[in-house]
C-alpha cells in the first residue's frame, strides 16, 4: 500500500495557526481514508506531530494506522505557528480524548498550546533527542496505543506558570502562560538590561544582566537547567528564578512556593528594553517601566503516563547521568542501565533494553 497520508485534504484554522488533517478511521481489511467524515460514537485521538516528520511518513502513518484499528478517528496536526504573545489559540476539538504527540519536547510544548483550558491529555513519543517530555520512545509504539486504547494510564497534573505582563500606563495586564519556562531578555544584544526584583512585594535584587528565567519544576531540566538552575522533582509546587550573566555579587537562583509571586521589573534607566518569551513560543518586546508578575496558573496541564517510571529514573535515563560503575557495565553489556538504580523486570529495565537495541549498545 503506498503512503496513505499523501493527498489528504488540508484544513486551515481561520487565524493560520495550524494545518489540519480531517476524520481517519478504518475498515475491516482495509485502511479508509475519509476526508471530513464523523465516525459515530467512535473515540476521537489527535496526533500532533513536525510537517517535517510527517513528510516522512513512516512513523506517523504507523501510529496512524494502529490508532484507527484501536477503535479511535483519527485528526492530525502538522504544523502548529507559534500565536502571538497575549493570544489563546484555538484548542483541540471537544471530543478529543488524548493527543498523541509525535516528536521531541519542541513538539510537545506545541501541543500544549492546543490543549490550554482543556482536560485533553497528552502523551509524548519521543522521536527526538532527549524527549524529557515523553513517556514513551518510537520502538515502544505498539504498546503505548494499546495502553491507551484499553484506558491503562494514569495524569500527571504538571503545574503551569501564569504571567501578568503591564506595560507602562496600562490598566490591566497582557496575560500568557508557560509549561517550562518565561524568559525575560534584553532585546539589545550588546547592552545590558536592568532589572529589579521583587518577591511578594518585597525588593530582593537588582542588577544589570542579560535576562532572566522563571522555570515551572517541569522546565527545570530544560534551559533554567543549562543555565545553572537546580532540577526539582514535578511534585514540587515551586517557581525559580535564575539570573542570566547577572552583574552582580548576590544573584543566585531563588525559589518561592507556588503561593508567592515573582516580580521583575524593567528600570526605567535600563540600557536595554527587553524581550519577553513562554516557552520559546509567544513572545513580545517589552519597554522601560514594564512589570512582569509570574505566578503558579489555576490551571494545570496533563500528561498521560503509563509506565509508572519514577521521575528520579526517568532522569538518569534521559541524562545518562554517570552513576557508580555505569559506564564500565554499558561497555561490558550493552545494557544503558545499573541494577542498583533500575531494578531487574521493572518499567525502567525494558526502556533501558530498547534504547541500547537502537543505539547498538554505545
Given amino acids: 500500500m503506498g503512503d496513505?497520508?499523501?493527498?489528504?485534504?488540508?484544513?486551515?484554522?481561520?487565524?493560520?495557526?495550524?494545518?489540519?488533517?480531517?476524520?481517519?478511521?478504518?475498515?475491516v481489511g482495509d485502511v479508509f481514508w475519509s476526508k471530513g467524515s464523523v465516525m459515530v460514537d467512535a473515540?476521537?485521538?489527535?496526533?500532533?506531530?513536525h510537517s517535517r516528520l510527517r513528510e516522512s511518513g513512516t512513523v506517523v502513518q504507523e501510529a496512524v494506522e494502529q490508532l484507527a484499528r484501536a477503535g479511535f478517528r483519527v485528526s492530525i496536526i502538522d504544523n502548529v505557528?507559534?500565536?502571538?504573545?497575549?493570544?489563546?489559540?484555538?484548542?483541540?476539538?471537544?471530543?478529543?480524548?488524548?493527543?498523541?504527540?509525535?516528536?521531541?519536547?519542541?513538539t510537545i510544548l506545541r501541543a500544549a498550546e492546543l490543549v490550554h483550558c482543556t482536560d485533553v491529555p497528552i502523551l509524548g513519543v519521543n522521536l527526538g533527542h532527549v524527549g524529557f517530555l515523553a513517556e514513551f520512545e518510537s520502538f515502544q509504539m505498539s504498546e503505548a496505543i494499546r495502553r491507551i486504547a484499553d484506558h491503562d494510564y494514569s495524569i500527571d497534573e504538571r503545574m503551569i506558570a501564569h504571567a501578568d505582563v503591564w506595560l507602562p500606563g496600562s490598566d490591566a495586564p497582557i496575560e500568557d502562560w508557560a509549561l517550562n519556562?518565561?524568559?525575560?531578555e534584553r532585546a539589545d544584544r550588546g547592552k545590558m538590561v536592568e532589572l529589579s526584583i521583587r518577591v511578594d512585594g518585597v525588593e530582593m535584587s537588582s542588577f544589570g544582566c542579560d535576562g532572566v528565567i522563571v522555570s515551572t519544576p517541569t522546565g527545570s531540566t530544560a534551559y533554567a537547567f543549562s543555565a545553572g538552575g537546580p532540577v526539582m522533582?514535578?511534585?514540587?509546587?515551586?517557581?525559580?528564578?535564575?539570573?542570566l550573566?547577572?552583574?552582580?555579587?548576590?544573584?543566585?537562583?531563588?525559589?518561592?512556593?507556588?503561593?508567592?509571586?515573582?516580580?521583575?521589573?524593567?528600570?526605567?534607566?535600563?540600557?536595554?528594553?527587553?524581550?519577553?518569551?513562554?516557552?520559546?513560543?509567544?513572545?513580545?518586546?517589552l519597554p522601560k517601566g514594564t512589570r512582569i508578575e509570574v505566578r503558579e496558573s489555576k490551571g494545570t496541564l496533563r500528561l498521560a503516563r503509563l509506565s509508572g517510571v519514577p521521575f528520579t529514573n526517568r532522569l538518569v535515563t534521559k541524562f545518562d547521568l554517570p552513576v557508580v560503575g555505569w559506564r564500565?557495565?554499558?561497555?561490558?553489556?550493552?545494557?544503558?542501565h545499573h541494577g542498583h538504580v533500575f531494578p531487574k523486570g521493572s518499567a525502567c529495565t525494558e526502556h533501558a533494553d530498547g534504547m541500547a537495541d537502537m543505539t547498538g549498545g554505545e
Fill in 181 to 184: 519556562d518565561i524568559t525575560l
Fill in 328 to 336: 564500565e557495565q554499558a561497555r561490558k553489556t550493552g545494557d544503558v
Fill in 4 to 27: 496513505p497520508l499523501t493527498g489528504l485534504a488540508r484544513i486551515s484554522g481561520t487565524d493560520r495557526s495550524f494545518s489540519f488533517i480531517c476524520s481517519i478511521s478504518i475498515g
Fill in 233 to 243: 522533582w514535578p511534585n514540587v509546587k515551586a517557581l525559580q528564578l535564575i539570573p
Fill in 43 to 49: 473515540r476521537h485521538a489527535v496526533v500532533v506531530t
Fill in 81 to 106: 505557528e507559534a500565536p502571538d504573545f497575549g493570544s489563546q489559540p484555538p484548542a483541540v476539538p471537544d471530543d478529543t480524548e488524548i493527543v498523541v504527540v509525535l516528536g521531541g519536547d519542541g
Fill in 245 to 285: 550573566a547577572a552583574h552582580a555579587l548576590f544573584a543566585r537562583p531563588l525559589i518561592i512556593g507556588s503561593g508567592s509571586t515573582f516580580a521583575i521589573d524593567i528600570l526605567d534607566d535600563s540600557m536595554s528594553d527587553g524581550w519577553i518569551c513562554c516557552d520559546g513560543r509567544r513572545q513580545r518586546a
